[in-house]
Structures are given as structure tokens and as C-alpha cells.
């Protein structure tokens, strides 16, 4: 499938390396750039002790300027509602399940190149 436009994505993390592992899943896919600032899709990393993820996620979604995308380390069950009450478009849990093909459809989703699908779904 070609693409005409590259999808521009801003990855938020707690740290640089949480960062650049996942722009490094990115990387090989051609039709995305990512950028500091100002991109189409943020993607937001939620560590399990990440004290400033849950500020970052309700100033990401606040104004619903840009589709949200996020990876977890690990999710209860309430954050995962609370997470759908923000309008987050895919939710994608770290480990050997994230794949670049799984990140790829989520930026892709986010990015309203693909059909919507409940965020629920993502995590099957």
C-alpha cells in the first residue's frame, strides 16, 4: 500500500531511552517521520512508575488537537477506562507483543488511514 503523505509522530516518554526504542520500532517504516514537536499522531509511553504520565495524558487529550496513541507497560482494568474516557484512538501494551506491523497499524489508525476501531480492540 503506498501512501502520499508521511505520517508525522511525536513520541512522548518519561525518558530518552524508552523514547528512542520506540522511534527505533518506527524507523523502518518509510511513510512516518518523527518529529519533536507538532506531529499528526502523538504516541505516549505509560510506565508502571511513571509518576508524570497521567498529567501528560489529560494535556495530550485536553484539547483533542492530535489523535493519541498509547503504550503501556502494564494496564488495570480502570486505567484502561479512564484511558477511552480520554478519547486515546489504540492502546498497545510493551513487550514482545509490540511489534513495529502493531505500532504501524496504530499510527495508521490513529491517523484515520485505517477504519476505527474501539480502542478495546487493540489489545487483542
Not at 5 to 33: C, Y
Not at 36 to 42: F, K, S
Not at 44 to 59: C, E, M
Not at 81 to 95: C, D, F, K, N
Request: positive net charge; proline residues 4%; hydrophobic residues 45%.
Amino acid at each position: 500500500m503506498l501512501y502520499e503523505k508521511r505520517i508525522t509522530v511525536n513520541v512522548h516518554a518519561g525518558d530518552e531511552l524508552t523514547r528512542a526504542r520506540i522511534v527505533r520500532q518506527l524507523r523502518p517504516t518509510p511513510w512516518f517521520g518523527v518529529v519533536r514537536e507538532g506531529g499528526a499522531v502523538d504516541i505516549l509511553f505509560l510506565g508502571r512508575n511513571d509518576k508524570t504520565a497521567g498529567v501528560q495524558l489529560r494535556r495530550l487529550t485536553r484539547d483533542g488537537r492530535t489523535p493519541v496513541v498509547v503504550v503501556a507497560e502494564q494496564l488495570s482494568e480502570t486505567e484502561l477506562m479512564a484511558i477511552e474516557e480520554y478519547g486515546v484512538t489504540s492502546v498497545l501494551l510493551w513487550g514482545e507483543r509490540l511489534t513495529a506491523g502493531r505500532l504501524s497499524r496504530a499510527v495508521h489508525n490513529a491517523a484515520g488511514c485505517c477504519p476505527r476501531l474501539p480502542v478495546l480492540t487493540a489489545l487483542v
